[in-house]
């Protein structure tokens, strides 16, 4: 592209979590932080996990068909794109939403753990080499033949678009945190290189599903003890624990938003994103350490906010203390706060999620209070001018990103 | 003579280098191109797993060199990718010792554990009497299953291959169901065209071909259940088509920037002229009845790549062999090129080779180039009923000799994903 970069801008949010739904909610909940975290240490046992918390999804999804074709992976997404899009004020607007482009990160929706459960006794009973012979003869009477529907992960944009009326494009990013990383990077450089002026960009987490808890489980990367913030399990092995979340963010050129007068809630400066091999210790600091280099370059030390997308997976999270020891080293003064502390660890969303808490964040001019309980997060007068979004991917994927404030922008 | 290096609308002219091929016919371009030519088909009886009492018996399954079948979708996924990837940067001479100079996008689907990994699981030790899923759980917690961690994650394909091939930064994961193949030749085409990068390695990979995904498919109606002989069973554009034939394989394409590609003396293959998509809002595997979301993503590729409708000599069809899409592809590509369409030779390489799914569309601009390169059409097998409501000029049951300088390659996807690309001949 030609045209000289274009300013990214976020002018819409959409957030569900186990601190409810909307912007007004998650502030309320993150900066009640002496309060304890919304937890369900039972229905998952030995795994906490952050549940959703009660939310009448057809507010956003009206019609019962569209309900009944989804699984609540799906609902969480959908409604949490729908309440990106009404609070950028492109809702029902058939024109805006027609040059809307579709960028999503996502795993895949439930699987039916009664049947499931039901094949694999069928397999036991019968012995050792009737595997397939089992799964064939219970399989295809007892799936629901829309449930497939709910398993493809491209399926959560289809919804959206089908729900929303988001047309323009849609793509689907795979590959856990690595598809929250890729899909905010796509998105803001299309913008930026005016190959899009309006992206919807989110993800979305069900955590209430031990199918879904199995797939990480087989990495042994769940936290299975009792609540603890993610800077706080290194002593214990480390692990995450999976918190239901949708995290949609409607990204805007300024040339675009000022013409339809959209005020922002603050500018993505720049996505940085990279793959540290993590065959040897020190590798993933680094990566961050040239990620920071690359995505901050006009900038000297100055204080910074840094809302951490750290897991509480070891020994990735405290290679990523190193990493922003390292920011204070060069005088970049970080107020760090680890939004998965208060929220559980979000997957394919976490990254879309911390970047519209961040953005929350400047818009109102302050942080949010620091998890009580260690030396990492400490609480600070005022909120500095810019943001330090970080996500580091539990197997693999590193990325940042840099927020700022947008002066006679959107005030939360 | 100069060459120009930018397009009608001021971009970087995106070049391709290097293309691999896999499918059911076999693994590398040339095995591929020898028996597409003579319309062979690849599909066969499934014999990978039971299929008796199932609706849908056969597929395009993909043999390794070993004769062995696969221990998961993702095994052969992965494999075939590596194939692609492998004979893509040999041709485009760009098999350097510190990886691959630009950033990897790949088409692949869902990974998930399938019944044996999951029958592995339930079998481990267990203390408690445990069922279902708590049971699975305590095998995994157990810590004897990091490998199966690594081979089912949805990153696994494309991480797998990151450090096989070591491209630039974070490897990409792309889904868009049926379309996927033509989005990461889209991903990368727009990356060069931005200045992000000189070069992008495009895959498309796909080996859906368990028993579970087959059933699924199945439960959807979407399968052809014409088991006997297999290799009739994909028609399309024929009155009895009755569904498509799902089947494996990859395709890989390294594109380039025109400029670089020439600076560093290699071969320009083709041109990506143009990519265009549009997402569907009404069904979650139908069309709108009118067309509106296939014809925008044709009509923008159109655009993208400043064509209009008379340069294009051939269309590489989407043609699934679903009574679905081959009539609304037929009823989009009228509305796109008009009259110009009756002039225009139009196939579906999935007659031969089945529906790839995520690997389609980058399979098919593969095959587009290869047909641009040697002048030749190759056949829509299984063409003996003409749907009289889908009047096409089919290159019928045999290859057709053409000079074709212009090729729209379509791929549209479950959960209404439509991609479409303009593709260009060298010179």
């Known amino acids: 592209m030609d045209n000289p970069s274009k300013q990214v801008w976020i002018t819409g949010i959409g957030l569900l979590s186990a601190a409810g739904e909307g912007v007004a909610s998650h502030l309320d909940a993150l900066d009640n932080a002496a309060g304890a975290p919304l937890i369900d240490a039972q229905g998952f046992a030995p795994y906490p996990i952050h549940p959703l918390a009660s939310i009448n999804m057809a507010a956003q999804i009206p019609k019962k068909s569209d309900l009944r074709q989804m699984e609540k992976w799906q609902h969480i997404g959908v409604y949490a794109a729908g309440l990106a899009l009404d609070d950028a004020g492109i809702a029902r607007n058939p024109e805006l939403l027609g040059k809307t482009h579709l960028v999503v990160a996502a795993g895949s929706g439930e699987r039916d753990a009664t049947v499931d459960a039901k094949v694999l006794e069928a397999i036991a009973a019968r012995g050792d080499t009737d595997t397939e012979i089992s799964a064939k003869e219970i399989l295809p009477t007892a799936l629901r033949p829309t449930l497939f529907l709910a398993q493809l992960s491209n399926l959560l944009a289809g919804n959206i678009s089908i729900v929303h009326n988001v047309t323009a494009s849609s793509r689907t990013f795979m590959g856990e945190e690595m598809a929250g990383l890729s899909a905010l990077e796509n998105a803001v450089r299309r913008i930026a290189a005016g190959q899009a002026d309006l992206i919807l960009v989110g993800g979305a987490l069900n955590a209430e599903r031990k199918d879904l808890l199995l797939g990480y489980e087989l990495g042994c990367n769940l936290w299975s003890h009792p609540y603890a913030p993610v800077w706080q399990r290194r002593a214990a092995g480390g692990g995450f624990i999976p918190g239901s979340a949708g995290a949609f963010i409607v990204l805007e050129s300024s040339e675009h938003a000022k013409a339809r007068g959209a005020s922002p809630y603050a500018r993505v400066v720049s996505v940085g994103t990279d793959r540290a091999q993590r065959t040897e210790p020190g590798q993933i600091r680094r990566v961050l350490q040239q990620l920071f280099k690359r995505i901050s370059a006009s900038l000297s030390p100055e204080p910074i906010a840094v809302l951490s997308g750290a897991s509480g997976v070891e020994p990735v999270t405290q290679e990523e203390r190193d990493f922003l020891d390292d920011l204070e080293s060069d005088g970049f003064t970080p107020a760090i706060r680890a939004y998965g502390s208060r929220l559980g660890h979000t997957v394919e969303a976490h990254f879309p999620l911390g970047i519209s808490i961040g953005a929350l964040a400047l818009s109102r001019n302050q942080l949010f209070a620091p998890s009580p309980g260690d030396d990492v997060e400490e609480a600070v007068s005022s909120l500095p001018q810019r943001m330090l979004v970080t996500g580091v991917g539990h197997w693999h994927g590193e990325g940042l990103a840099l927020l700022e404030r947008v002066n006679g922008g959107r005030v939360s | 003579?100069?060459?120009?290096?930018?397009?009608?609308?001021?971009?970087?002219?995106?070049?391709?280098?290097?293309?691999?091929?896999?499918?059911?016919?076999?693994?590398?371009?040339?095995?591929?191109?020898?028996?597409?030519?003579?319309?062979?088909?690849?599909?066969?009886?499934?014999?990978?797993?039971?299929?008796?009492?199932?609706?849908?018996?056969?597929?395009?399954?993909?043999?390794?060199?070993?004769?062995?079948?696969?221990?998961?979708?993702?095994?052969?996924?992965?494999?075939?990718?590596?194939?692609?990837?492998?004979?893509?940067?040999?041709?485009?001479?760009?098999?350097?010792?510190?990886?691959?100079?630009?950033?990897?996008?790949?088409?692949?689907?869902?990974?998930?554990?399938?019944?044996?990994?999951?029958?592995?699981?339930?079998?481990?030790?267990?203390?408690?009497?445990?069922?279902?899923?708590?049971?699975?759980?305590?095998?995994?917690?157990?810590?004897?299953?990091?490998?199966?961690?690594?081979?089912?994650?949805?990153?696994?394909?494309?991480?797998?291959?990151?450090?096989?091939?070591?491209?630039?930064?974070?490897?990409?994961?792309?889904?868009?169901?049926?379309?996927?193949?033509?989005?990461?030749?889209?991903?990368?085409?727009?990356?060069?065209?931005?200045?992000?990068?000189?070069?992008?390695?495009?895959?498309?990979?796909?080996?859906?071909?368990?028993?579970?995904?087959?059933?699924?498919?199945?439960?959807?109606?979407?399968?052809?259940?014409?088991?006997?002989?297999?290799?009739?069973?994909?028609?399309?554009?024929?009155?009895?088509?009755?569904?498509?034939?799902?089947?494996?394989?990859?395709?890989?394409?390294?594109?380039?920037?025109?400029?670089?590609?020439?600076?560093?003396?290699?071969?320009?293959?083709?041109?990506?002229?143009?990519?265009?998509?549009?997402?569907?809002?009404y069904h979650r595997t139908r069309s709108k009845p009118d067309g509106t979301a296939i014809i925008g993503a044709i009509r923008n590729a159109m655009l993208d790549a400043g064509a209009a409708p008379e340069e294009i000599d051939y269309v590489n069809a989407h043609g699934t062999s679903t009574p679905e899409n081959d009539k609304m592809e037929y009823l989009s590509l009228k509305a796109v090129l008009g009259d110009h369409l009756e002039a225009t030779p139009v196939s579906s390489n999935k007659s031969m080779i089945g529906h790839t799914l995520s690997a389609a569309g980058a399979i098919e601009a593969v095959l587009s180039f290869m047909m641009m390169e040697n002048g030749l059409l190759l056949p829509t097998i299984n063409y003996d009923e003409p749907d009289p409501d889908i009047p096409l000029d089919v290159v019928a049951n045999a290859a057709r000799r053409g000079v074709i300088k212009t090729v729209l390659s379509n791929s549209f996807g479950f959960g209404g994903q439509n991609a479409a690309l303009v593709l260009a001949a060298a010179d």
């Open chain 2, 1 to 281: 003579m100069a060459r120009n290096f930018k397009d009608s609308q001021g971009r970087t002219v995106v070049a391709v280098t290097g293309t691999g091929l896999v499918s059911s016919l076999g693994w590398g371009k040339a095995a591929n191109w020898a028996q597409l030519k003579a319309g062979q088909s690849g599909i066969k009886t499934i014999t990978r797993f039971p299929t008796d009492g199932l609706r849908t018996t056969i597929a395009g399954t993909v043999t390794r060199a070993d004769g062995q079948p696969p221990s998961s979708a993702p095994e052969l996924t992965l494999e075939m990718a590596q194939s692609a990837a492998n004979e893509a940067l040999l041709e485009a001479g760009l098999t350097e010792a510190n990886g691959f100079p630009g950033p990897l996008f790949v088409a692949t689907p869902p990974a998930e554990l399938e019944w044996p990994q999951r029958k592995a699981l339930y079998e481990h030790p267990c203390a408690q009497d445990l069922t279902g899923y708590d049971r699975l759980l305590a095998a995994a917690r157990s810590g004897a299953f990091k490998q199966m961690f690594e081979n089912f994650q949805f990153a696994t394909v494309a991480d797998h291959l990151a450090v096989a091939l070591r491209p630039r930064g974070l490897p990409i994961s792309v889904s868009t169901a049926c379309a996927s193949g033509a989005s990461a030749i889209q991903l990368g085409v727009e990356a060069i065209r931005r200045g992000d990068t000189d070069t992008a390695l495009a895959i498309g990979t796909d080996s859906s071909v368990q028993l579970e995904a087959l059933i699924r498919f199945s439960l959807l109606s979407a399968l052809s259940t014409r088991n006997d002989p297999p290799d009739r069973a994909s028609r399309p554009f024929s009155k009895s088509r009755d569904g498509f034939v799902m089947a494996e394989g990859a395709g890989a394409l390294v594109l380039e920037s025109l400029e670089s590609a020439l600076a560093r003396g290699a071969k320009c293959i083709g041109i990506v002229r143009g990519c265009g998509e549009m997402a569907d809002d």
